[in-house]
T-cell receptor
C-alpha cells in the first residue's frame, strides 16, 4: 500500500539551512506536496512539485525530488524562529483520484 | 483565513453529550475530508466525501457520524465520546477526486475537542 515516511524531529540554529526528508512508496505519485502546521492551526500548503521535475525553488524553499529513489526533500535557507512548525510531506495517488497520503510530520525546532 | 472555516474552534464536552462540528468552504470545491490529529500521532483520515457522496470511512467508530448536505458544508456529529477522542479535528477540501486530476487540499484551522 501507499506509505509516506518522515523523521519526527529536526533541530537547527537560526540562520542555518534546514533539510527535511521524506520517502514515499507509490510509484504512480504525480504530485508531491509540503505542508506546514503552526501550533494550534491547520495545515497550510507551502509548495508542491510535479513528478517530472527534479527541483523547484520558491524564495527560501527548495524542493528536491529523486523519483528513482522515491525521495523528496524540503530545504529552508536562512531558517528563522518563525519557521518552527511541523512539516508534512504528502503524495497524490493517481489511481485514487488524487487523494493525498500524508507522512507523520517532522517537527522543526529553530533555536536562536 | 484559508477559505475553509471550522466552528467551533474549541469544544469541551462530557461523555454523555451530543455536539456537532461544522466545516464550511466557498472555494467551489467538491471533495471534503475529516481528519483527526492526536498528540504525538500522525494525521488520521476519518471520512471522505466527493460530490456529497461518502467515498471513504476508515473504520471510524459509530459515535462519529458525518453529514454532507451539499458540497460546501460538512458536519461531524458526536455522541457518547470517550476521553481518548480528545484531539484536533481538521476539515479539508479539494476541487474533486477524479482520476487524472491532482489538487492540493485546503485545510481549516481545526476544532480542538476535549472530552471530559
Amino acid at each position: 500500500g501507499e506509505d509516506v515516511e518522515q523523521s519526527l524531529f529536526l533541530s537547527v540554529r537560526e540562520g542555518d539551512s534546514s533539510v527535511i526528508n521524506c520517502t514515499y512508496t507509490d510509484s504512480s505519485s504525480t504530485y508531491l506536496y509540503w505542508y506546514k502546521q503552526e501550533p494550534g492551526a491547520g495545515l497550510q500548503l507551502l509548495t508542491y512539485i510535479f513528478s517530472n521535475m527534479d527541483m523547484k525553488q520558491d524564495q527560501r524553499l527548495t524542493v528536491l525530488l529523486n523519483k528513482k529513489d522515491k525521495h523528496l526533500s524540503l530545504r529552508i535557507a536562512d531558517t528563522q524562529t518563525g519557521d518552527s512548525a511541523i512539516y508534512f510531506c504528502a503524495e497524490s495517488i493517481d489511481n485514487q483520484g488524487g487523494k493525498l497520503i500524508f507522512g507523520q510530520g517532522t517537527e522543526l525546532s529553530v533555536k536562536p | 483565513e484559508t477559505g475553509v472555516t471550522q466552528t467551533p474552534r474549541h469544544l469541551v464536552m462530557g461523555m454523555t453529550n451530543k455536539k456537532s462540528l461544522k466545516c464550511e468552504q466557498h472555494l467551489g470545491h467538491n471533495a471534503m475530508y475529516w481528519y483527526k490529529q492526536s498528540a504525538k500521532k500522525p494525521l488520521e483520515l476519518m471520512f471522505v466525501y466527493n460530490f456529497k457522496e461518502q467515498t471513504e470511512n476508515n473504520s471510524v467508530p459509530s459515535r462519529f457520524s458525518p453529514e454532507c448536505p451539499n458540497s460546501s458544508h460538512l458536519f461531524l456529529h458526536l455522541h457518547t465520546l470517550q476521553p481518548e477522542d480528545s484531539a484536533l479535528y481538521l476539515c479539508a477540501s479539494s476541487q474533486a477526486l477524479q482520476t487524472g486530476t491532482h489538487y492540493g487540499y485546503t485545510f481549516g484551522s481545526g476544532t480542538r475537542l476535549t472530552v471530559v
